[in-house]
């Protein structure tokens, strides 16, 4: 068998050429575009990744916003709690204060009344005796009699 | 002229009515007078006389209610 030199320069020649071709029409693009592709894979994993983050510390803020809310509404809570006792505590008081008076006028009033009644009564009872004893006296009195008592009461009227 | 009223159980007869006179004139210090004379069952007895916004009450009736009210 005859070793063609020739024939295997052309063949490494051809092989160069393909080779070379291959190499800047095919594998330069495609090396170019997984070298693209991969950058913009770790650009959307980096974004991921920040955003995320950004998520993670927006949960954080929420939940901070949400725990200082429940803070100040419990605080609310307790604030009213404390104002309803005082209120009820005042106005406990005064509806007291105001029975109290209330009871103390009834009193005052009772006393006035049966002041008055009692007052009433010995009216009526002193006007019933002089009518009585009037009546009595009246009957008594002659003229001579009469005529006496005048006398005497303008004695009286006149020391007087 | 000062009105005086005598308000008495029986009529005044004139002795009487110039005692009442003359108390009249001490205690207003005039002469210059009216008599009124009013006759009055209720006062049971004694005289009673107003005067210029002064009142002398020596009725019985006066001196029961003095009594009452005592």
Redesign the interface.
Known sequence: MEIQVGAILLQMINFGVVFGAVTVLLIKPVRRILDERSRKVEEGIKASESSMAKEANLDKKAKDIELKALEKAKTILDEAREDAKERQATLLKEAKKQAEAIKAKAQADAVKEKQAILSDLQSQ???A??AV??KV??EE?T?T???S??????K???T? | MTLVTVITAISLNDKLREQVKKVAQQKLGHQDFELREELDPSVIGGVKLSMSGLVFDATIANKLKQIGQG
Do not use: C, R
């Open positions: 009872f002193e006007s005796v002089v004893a009037g006296i009246g009195l003229s009699k009469h005529q008592l005048i006398k005497e009461g303008l009286e009227i006149e007087a």
